[in-house]
């Protein structure tokens, strides 16, 4: 019998840059940046430079465990260098899977949100249908193989990394740079203490740029993996702060804070008509369609990657039971997305994944420390300070959903107790009776299993 054919199509730096830029954009520019001014106001622009700061110090121990350990199964395999095969490193993963799960509804619907006003205003309710369109596309794509992935994530980024630029300078030149007052204070935080708001403002804003940890799982499909996984981190979170905070200037320029509240779900649209007319709010419309599309192809990509590498280290159920399905975890993949976004609205999805982002953030960083001192060079005051800053964030972000939408502490509460009770049921019925768990499969140095 012939062995298998094995894919050895590998992604180049571009291709992974590519997809990280593509999921970042995708949410980060055109959904977040009016749930944002929501909660700060004109300093809206302010807050993503602050996300940024606070990303480059969590990028850190992602590098360091990209350099030391490249893998398909990203930040799953870092984890479980961390702490072990077990319940722990399987919860952590399972919630840094859910809210890239979460990203991809996010996105999905930013997309329903944005086409939609090229139709009239009775159409208005069919936003999810069209997120659940994209997704399915996403899966028609996704099951088609690296090279078409990468040609269209390559294509897509692009186009809408070019569109966006000259969308942000143009809009800046015209509008000019903006007042920013800070005088804004949101309904949610009026009672209290004056800045809190802000921190709680950066969960969301450090969601724009989550994207990045996509890349974490290119570590088995990537030229290079060692030095190119971190070069594609890096320059990826690079990109998107520069695009981010000159559209975000350019939007506080064109639209009062009101307006852009008003318009939260398609801020950038709304932004473009003052300028550019009826005709420039079209092209970023559709600009906006472009992007969302590359971003839920990306998506959609790293997160199946990283649930099947689960199933393969064993810290998940066997997705091959059922033989009759293609790919198995990319199908699990699709449907949770698809029901998120029937489920929720934007911005509840987007507190929902930050909530679980960030919880993983503190795991990683913690396991990075705390764990393997021995085993990988590194600063250890980084990692600290990226803690403190996670559970400051965190926490005023939680407070602020406990005042003005408890709904989503109550979803988010739910969702992590029944991660950790599968992992805990399903890593204990694999525990032999000497107590240890033969949970990890075997990798090779570019993180592809060993049969």
């Known amino acids: 019998m012939k062995p298998p054919k094995i894919n050895n199509q590998k992604l180049s730096l571009i ?12 949410a980060g520019i055109f959904v977040l940046m009016g749930q944002i001014a929501e909660l700060v106001g004109d300093l809206f622009p302010i807050a993503f430079i602050a996300g940024a700061i606070v990303v480059g110090f969590s990028s850190y121990s992602y590098v360091k465990f990209s350099n030391a350990y490249p893998s398909s199964g990203g930040v799953a395999k870092f984890l479980t260098k961390a702490y072990g095969p077990g319940t722990a490193a399987g919860s952590f993963s399972l919630l840094m899977y859910v809210s890239m ?14 086409a939609l006003r090229l139709f009239p205003q009775e159409y208005s309710g069919y936003a999810a249908v069209l997120g659940v369109v994209l997704i399915g596309l996403a899966y028609i794509i996704n099951i088609s193989g690296n090279k078409i992935i990468e040609t269209t994530a390559t294509f897509t980024a692009i186009i809408k990394v070019i569109g966006i630029v000259l969308l942000a300078v143009s809009g800046l ?29 950066l969960a969301l804003s450090i969601l724009a740029f989550k994207g990045f940890t996509t890349i974490t799982n290119q570590g088995g499909d990537i030229k290079n993996p060692h030095k190119n996984v971190g070069r594609s981190i890096i320059i990826s979170i690079v990109i998107c702060t520069i695009i981010y905070v000159v559209l975000a200037l350019s939007v506080a320029g064109a639209l009062g804070v009101e307006e852009i509240i008003i318009a939260k779900d398609y801020a950038l649209a709304a932004a473009a008509k003052p300028i550019f007319g009826e005709w420039g709010s079209i092209l970023t419309i559709i600009l906006a369609i472009i992007a969302t599309v590359s971003g839920v192809i990306a998506s959609v990509y790293s997160a199946s990657r990283m649930l099947g590498m689960l199933s393969s280290m064993k810290q998940v159920p066997n997705l091959n039971i059922i033989q009759k399905l293609k790919n198995p975890a990319l199908i699990f993949t699709v449907s949770l997305a698809i029901l998120l976004t029937i489920l929720f609205d934007l911005t509840r999805i987007a507190s929902i994944g930050a909530i679980f982002y960030l919880i993983m953030d503190i795991a990683i960083h913690w396991g990075l420390f705390r764990h393997l001192r021995t085993e990988v060079k590194f600063n250890p005051v980084i990692p600290i300070i990226a803690i403190v800053m996670d559970v400051v964030i965190l926490s005023a972000f939680i407070y602020l959903k406990y005042i003005n939408d408890p709904f989503v502490l109550i979803v988010a509460g739910i969702g992590i107790i029944l991660i950790f009770l599968f992992q805990f049921l399903f890593m204990k019925s694999h525990t032999d009776s000497d107590g240890n768990m033969h949970m990890e499969m075997k990798m090779d140095d570019e993180g592809m299993m060993k049969m």
């Open 15 to 26: 291709g992974s840059v590519s997809l990280g830029t593509g999921v970042m954009i995708g």
């Open 101 to 114: 799960v979460v990203a991809e509804s996010l996105v999905a619907g930013t997309f329903g949100a944005y």
């Open 173 to 201: 030149i015209i509008s000019g740079l903006p007042t920013i007052t800070g005088n804004y204070v949101a309904s949610s935080s009026q009672s209290l203490p004056e800045g809190f708001g802000f921190i709680a403002a």
